[in-house]
């Protein structure tokens, strides 16, 4: 799930409680879900922890995840298949 979708169905007060739990603003989260911030790896992983797997890092960093954490492509799984 994209991070944006994620955020939106969140309940009330939902959006400040995960950027307290990963350390960055509510803005910064929702500037993050938008794509008009970029999300570091490490911040990366905090969001996967929080989330509890509901956003992935392969989610929030599709065209680089393999080269980041080459650990989590698992040969002859496809990648939706790990994922879930």
Do not use: H, N
């Not at 938008?34 to 509901?54: F, H």
């Amino acid at each position: 799930m994209d991070l944006k979708t994620y955020l939106a169905s969140l309940e009330r007060g939902g959006v400040s409680k995960l950027a307290e739990e990963i350390g960055v603003s509510a803005s910064f989260l929702s500037q993050m879900a938008a794509g008009s911030s970029a999300i570091s790896p490490a911040r990366c992983v905090l969001i996967e922890i929080a989330t509890k797997q509901a956003v992935t890092r392969r989610d929030l960093r599709p065209d680089d995840w393999r080269s980041i954490w080459p650990e989590l492509d698992i040969p002859g799984t496809p990648t939706e298949q790990v994922a879930a």
